[in-house]
Every structure is written in C-alpha cells, then in structure tokens.
C-alpha cells in the first residue's frame, strides 16, 4: 500500500466560505480520484485529478464548485466552493498504486458546514 | 436500478461464525471486483480483489465471483468481534482499478461475542 497524507482532517465552516483539502502520497500512482461519502451513503465520485490539466468531472459536479489542482504525480488539492449545509460530508482522496493497479483511500476530511 | 446493490443489513453473526455478504451488479462488461472494509468514521481500506470466476481465498476472507449471475460475495470464516464494520462492494468495467470504481452502499456487519 501507500501513506496518503490528507488535510485537514476535519473542519467546521461557515456558508458561502471556502474550504481548500490537500492529498500527498509517497508513492508512485497512476491515478488519483476525489470521492464524497455523505453521511449514511455510499461512496460518490466527484472527480479524477488529472496532472497539470483540467480534472474530469462526474455527472453532478462542477470545476466551478470544486475546483481541482493535481500539479504534480503525489499531490492534488479540492476545493469546496461556496459552501452550503448540503456540501457537509466526508471527502475522500484517493490514488490507484503503479505497482498493483488497486484504489486506496485517504485518512478523509470530516467537513461540517454550518 | 442502482448499479452495484447490497443488503444494507445489519447483518448480525454470532463470533466464530461465517458472514456471507452479497452484492449484485448490473454492467455485464464489469471485469473487476473488490471489497473494501470501512470501520466508523475512517475511511474504506481494501480487503480482496477478484478478476475471475471462482473463489479467491485469502487468510479467513474468500471472494466469490459469478459473472453469468452477475454477483460477488464475500465469506468471513471464524468471525470476530474486530471484523464488525461496514463493507462495500465495488465493480470497475476495467483491468484493475484504473478508471473509476462504482461502489455499492454497503453491508453493516455486528458479529455478536
């Protein structure tokens, strides 16, 4: 596996800020994926982070609310956007190993918005 | 249909017992399957991957795959107290885990002292 370092690991925030979560992984990965887990619900895809371009987005989510750096292969950043009680959820990173092609999940980011 | 289904459970055993988790598919070019575990309030850590038909065993864990069914299971052999989470169950149309994984919403197990 991987160390993926996630931060924040939680935070309370106000409507309307914004809230920026970084992802560092030590090891070589092909992918890395951004996924939002609201409470008593599955995993959702929000977005694949693509290195030095513009990420590609799932259905439902836009750059304009959660814009996505990935400067280079072991980092990327989300941001939530405006935030809106509804935006409260845990927010994932993720990263697919070069070594085995399998998904590991982040520590997460407990998002609270009040 | 939702595309990747589980019993959301509790799914309730007695220790040392064997949990049977279930999931169903709906994509019949799924060609990758994998089960994550996911303890409360921490994020999912992945536990089996299965790429073909038949069981793939791994300690007390033993993934099974039926493609003409279109289902996966999951057998925990002598459950135990550590192993009450919830697991998910996820399908890629892919080889490995290179394109986007579609997650079931998961199976409570409690496995009772």
């Known amino acids: 596996s991987a160390v993926i370092s996630q931060k924040p690991s939680r935070d309370i925030c106000q409507r309307g800020t914004s809230l920026t979560i970084q992802c560092q992984v030590d090891s070589q990965v092909t992918m890395m994926f951004w996924y939002r887990q609201q409470p008593g619900q599955s995993l959702t895809l929000i977005a694949t982070?693509?290195?030095?371009?513009?990420?590609?987005?799932e259905s439902g989510f836009v750059i304009d609310k959660f814009p996505i750096s990935r400067p280079n292969l072991t980092f990327s950043t989300l941001t939530v956007s405006n935030m809106s009680p509804e935006d409260s959820s845990i927010y994932l990173c993720?990263?697919?190993?070069?070594?085995?092609?399998?998904?590991?999940f982040g520590s997460g980011t407990q998002l609270s918005v009040l | 249909q939702k595309e990747v289904e589980q019993n959301s459970g509790p799914l309730s055993v007695p220790e040392g017992a064997i949990a049977s988790l279930n999931c169903t598919y709906s994509d019949r070019v799924s060609q990758s399957f994998f089960w994550y575990r996911q303890y409360s309030g921490k994020s999912p850590e992945l536990i089996m991957s299965i790429y073909s038909n038949g069981d793939k065993e791994d300690g007390r864990f033993t993934a099974q795959l039926n493609k003409a069914s279109q289902y996966v299971s999951l057998l925990i052999r002598d459950s135990q107290p550590s192993d009450s989470a919830t697991y998910l169950c996820?399908?890629?149309?892919?080889?490995?885990?290179?394109?986007?994984?579609?997650f079931g919403t998961g199976t409570l197990l409690a496995v009772q002292p």
């Open positions: 982070a693509n290195q030095g371009s513009e990420a590609t987005y």
């Open positions: 993720s990263v697919v190993l070069a070594t085995n092609e399998k998904l590991f």
């Open positions: 996820a399908v890629s149309p892919y080889g490995g885990a290179t394109n986007k994984l579609i």
